[in-house]
C-alpha cells in the first residue's frame, strides 16, 4: 500500500487544484446566466427594433451579443484540456447550432420572425467574439512573460 506524505511540493499543488476551479466556476455560471438572458430576450414578443427600418441597428445587436457570447464560452473552454483550434471550432460550432435553433423557434413567438441573416450576424458575432478572445490571450500571455522575465534574477 502506498502512503502519500504531505510534502511542500504536494501542499502547493493541492492550492493550485483548489484553487484554480473558482475561476472556472465563476465563469461558468456568467455563461449560464448570459446564455438565459439572451434566450428570455431573444424570444419575448417585443420589438426593440420598427420593422423595415433602414437605420436599424438589429445585426449589430445581434453581432454583439453572440461576440460577447463567444469570448465568455471560450473563457471557460480555456480551463479544459483542448487544443485552441479544438476550442474554438467548439465554440463556432456551437454558436452556430444555438443560434439556427434560436432563430427557428422565433417563429413561434408573437411578433418575431426567423431570419436568415439574423443567423449570419451572429456567425460573424461569434467569429469576432473568438477573435477578441485570441488577441486578448496573446496580449496576456505576452505581457505575463515579459513580467516574469523583469523578475528574474539575473547572474
Known amino acids: 500500500m502506498i502512503v502519500f506524505?504531505?510534502?511542500?511540493?504536494?501542499?502547493?499543488?493541492?492550492?493550485?487544484?483548489?484553487?484554480?476551479?473558482?475561476?472556472?466556476?465563476?465563469?461558468?455560471?456568467?455563461v449560464a446566466l448570459y446564455w438565459l438572458a439572451m434566450f428570455t430576450a431573444t424570444h419575448l414578443p417585443l420589438r426593440t427594433t420598427p420593422k423595415g427600418d433602414?437605420?436599424?441597428?438589429?445585426?449589430?445587436?445581434?453581432?454583439?451579443?453572440?461576440?460577447?457570447?463567444?469570448?465568455?464560452?471560450?473563457?471557460?473552454?480555456?480551463?479544459?484540456?483542448?487544443?485552441?483550434?479544438t476550442l474554438y471550432g467548439v465554440v463556432f460550432g456551437f454558436i452556430a447550432a444555438y443560434a439556427a435553433i434560436d432563430?427557428?423557434?422565433?417563429?413561434?413567438?408573437?411578433?418575431?420572425?426567423?431570419?436568415?441573416q439574423d443567423w449570419l450576424a451572429d456567425l460573424i458575432g461569434a467569429g469576432l467574439g473568438i477573435g477578441i478572445f485570441t488577441v486578448a490571450?496573446?496580449?496576456?500571455?505576452?505581457?505575463r512573460a515579459q513580467t516574469a522575465s523583469l523578475s528574474k534574477p539575473t547572474a
Open 54 to 85: 433602414p437605420y436599424s441597428l438589429d445585426k449589430l445587436e445581434h453581432i454583439a451579443a453572440f461576440a460577447i457570447f463567444a469570448v465568455l464560452l471560450c473563457s471557460a473552454g480555456s480551463f479544459m484540456p483542448l487544443s485552441r483550434r
Open 5 to 30: 506524505t504531505r510534502t511542500r511540493r504536494r501542499l502547493n499543488m493541492e492550492r493550485v487544484a483548489r484553487g484554480r476551479w473558482r475561476p472556472f466556476a465563476v465563469l461558468v455560471a456568467a
Open 103 to 116: 432563430e427557428l423557434s422565433q417563429r413561434f413567438v408573437p411578433d418575431r420572425t426567423p431570419d436568415v
Open 137 to 143: 490571450r496573446r496580449f496576456y500571455f505576452t505581457r
